[in-house]
């Protein structure tokens, strides 16, 4: 009898799928995650920094948000966000970042209901040595 997991050929493909299926399933909602606009422009003030660059809002879908429990002197709300590994690939196929890290790191906030929150934190879940979920959470 051989033990289930990757032995038994699970693959990343199909735990990423599964992870969407799952997300998709429980009411998956969108979130975006703003990122700071590259492209300063030319006029002497926008080399000075005095003109706000703007951002750009990158879309994921299905996520899961999970309201998670505040301490009287910590911030206002904390939320979790389940992202499925498919969004954040997406993300990084559309901008030139390396890996997951590097688009969390420069992600200035998540948007979610009209609500700005700041990325506090994210861990990677893994399956079969596949990254298919991470956990982000967000305080306002």
Known sequence: MQPAGVGAG????AVLRAADAMLRAL???EIS???PLSAMPGDPAGQL??????????RISPVIVRYLPTENSGPRRRVEFLVP???IATALSAHDFAGAEQLIDATLGIAYEGELFH???FTSEYFGGVA?????????
Do not use: F
């Open 10 to 13: 699970v693959c990343g493909v």
């Open 27 to 29: 009411g998956g909602e």
């Open 33 to 35: 995650m703003l990122l």
């Open 49 to 58: 920094g005095l003109a706000d660059p703007g951002v750009e809002e990158v």
């Open 132 to 140: 298919y979920l991470y956990r982000v959470i967000g305080v306002e």
């Open 85 to 87: 590994a498919s969004g």
């Open 119 to 121: 990325i506090e934190g």
